[in-house]
RNA sequence: CGGGCGGUAGCGCAGCCCGGUAGCGCACACGUCUGGGGGGCGUGGGGUCGCAAGUUCGAAUCUUGUUCGCCCGACCA
């Protein structure tokens, strides 16, 4: 196989497309937009899957599953949800195929099986659960109701790309109905907190918490808070987000609840997802030239280990050796593996496993057993050096520690690098068409604005930072007042 | 969805313009020498040329349709 990568500078783009393939963690299939997520790259979701399950269940969230189709009536229930949504929409229409009387061994749609309501697939599920809760919810003993689903979405999209857009996607999505609009915008805060606490402590990506003007708002949201990253390319992506849907979902399904008084109102709710998309970002802030670079808290393999040997007695002693290494990382809960496999060569392996981002390489081979060391290599600086094999497992679990937080400052000194304040339309162009990132700038609040910058920049106001300090200035396209700076950002 | 390019062995490609029944490198299998950064030598297996129609004595090659991908645009909670 030919693994000359195409670099970041030669192309990004191409350079992303051949990393998710030759990674190994995905490839495209025979359904147009929709891919096939191979198994190391399955282990990784399920690596952050995991994860976010878990805070999900420590912040009182538990798991529920609700229909992939959604009828045509339900949907529509919510008008701007379903406006927004409608241009991206599979349908289902019939429910049998038959033969082809005039093409032998061919099938066709039977005309006669035609469904009397379509059935939409979920291109995320809020009218489904909220036609659902209706019967849930009575009485304000029966809120909050804080649910979860791991499921598959489909949006029709026109342009996709290998987890940053794909027609189908994993996701969670979280469901939850209150008894007050405070505890309702808490919820929708709490959840956005959890998501940055994953993607930074876990993918080491550092995100920006915010809020999105309204021409940037889930359809159907009274208010969508947002983490946004940044790429390696300068382009900022939406690595997830939370909305506060007041009680527009609550009206349209007609979700009432008496409260302590028997005073009947509507409950509050919320909405929250990340989806395999993150995926899509961890590659963007972390890899380089030689491939991908695992966060070792998520990454599927975090260390390998790589025999050198020379006939059978060697690959004996090395043998014995590496079984007991691994064996004591294993102990203490590391992800590890030994690549015993004969076919391939120290030094093709060791193109290999950069290539997939294991993060801590160990070379063992006979020169290193007589003196007690082995070699080991760091995915993320591609430092080599030499380590004594006494306590060699709590070592390499420092050394993981160490990788997760190098790569985490690395990411956030980029951002750091590539977040500037511009207080002119000539300041903010240079920016984006130089070394782009985040432009911090005043706008004067409208949505015409927001809309002819966009258009005459490419760049889209990523969302108003919620640790924001208010300052006056003068909206860098109009020069009207504004009180405070948004991020700008080209974005994916 | 508009414009451009592409799909030939598992992967990367040549052949197509000028029609005559498919080739190269890597990978794979076996043997052997090897082994600390993508090994050497030898032997061998594998492809109805994306799919479907058409033109022709004959189609990977020409024509039409269709599908999947890549790039640019429009679109994108």
């Not at 890899?287 to 007695?313: F, H, T």
């Not at 997939?356 to 063992?364: E, F, N, Q, T």
Request: net charge negative.
């Amino acid at each position: 196989m030919g693994k000359e990568l195409t670099t970041r500078a030669e192309d990004y783009s191409q350079w992303y497309n051949e990393l998710v393939v030759k990674g190994q963690l995905a490839d495209h299939s025979a359904v147009r937009g929709c891919m096939v997520i191979k198994p190391y790259g399955y282990a990784l979701w399920e690596n952050m899957r995991d994860q976010l399950d878990k805070m999900f269940k420590e912040t009182g969230h538990v798991n529920a599953y609700f229909p992939l189709f959604v009828p045509k009536s339900l949907f529509e229930a919510e008008e701007k949800n379903a406006e927004g949504f409608a241009k991206e929409c599979a349908i289902v229409t019939h429910y049998r195929l038959k033969s082809d009387p005039d093409n032998k061994g061919k099938l066709i749609v039977d005309p006669d099986a035609k469904l009397e309501e379509e059935l939409i697939i979920r291109p995320t599920s809020e009218a489904i659960i909220w036609n659902t809760y209706k019967g849930w919810i009575q009485s304000y003993r029966d809120l909050p109701l804080l649910i979860n689903q791991w499921a598959n979405v489909v949006r029709w999209e026109m342009r996709t790309r290998l987890f940053l857009r794909t027609a189908e996607f994993l996701w969670q999505e979280g469901h939850t109905a209150h008894a007050t609009k405070e505890e309702a915008v808490e919820e929708t805060l709490k959840m956005l907190d959890v998501y940055a606490a994953f993607v930074e402590e876990y993918m080491a990506v550092p995100v920006i918490r915010g809020v999105k003007t309204p021409n940037e708002r889930f359809a159907g949201a009274e208010d969508t808070y947002c983490i946004e990253a940044l790429m390696q390319d300068g382009k900022a992506l939406q690595a997830g987000t939370s909305h506060f849907l007041g009680q527009n979902f609550a009206k349209a399904f007609d979700v009432k609840f008496s409260d302590k008084n028997n005073k009947l109102d509507y409950v509050w709710a919320t909405s929250w997802g990340v989806s395999t998309r993150l995926i899509g970002a961890l590659i963007m802030a972390h890899s380089d030239d030689q491939g991908l670079v695992m966060p070792p808290r998520i990454a599927p393999l975090q260390v390998v280990i790589v025999p050198i040997y020379k006939g059978e007695e060697g690959k004996m002693l090395v043998d014995n050796k590496a079984i007991e290494i691994m064996d004591g990382l294993k102990k203490l809960g590391i992800r590890v593996k030994y690549d015993d496999n004969d076919n391939a060569r120290p030094g093709w392996k060791f193109a290999e496993h950069e290539l997939k981002g294991v993060p801590v390489r160990i070379a063992l081979g006979m020169r290193d057993l007589e003196n007690n060391v082995v070699e080991l290599a760091r995915r993320d600086t591609k430092e080599k050096f030499t380590v004594s094999l006494d306590g060699i497992e709590n070592y390499i679990q420092k050394l993981l520690e160490d990788i997760q937080q190098n790569i985490y400052d690395r990411a956030l000194a980029f951002r750091t690098e590539h977040t500037t304040e511009a207080n002119s339309w000539e300041e903010f162009t240079s920016i984006l068409d130089g070394k782009a990132g985040f432009v911090s700038a005043h706008w004067d609040g409208t949505a015409e604005t927001e809309e002819k910058i966009k258009q005459e920049s490419k760049a889209t106001i990523r969302c108003i930072p919620l640790r924001n300090t208010h300052e006056d200035g003068k909206c860098i396209l109009t020069g009207n007042p504004s009180t405070q700076r948004v991020l700008f950002a080209r974005a994916y």
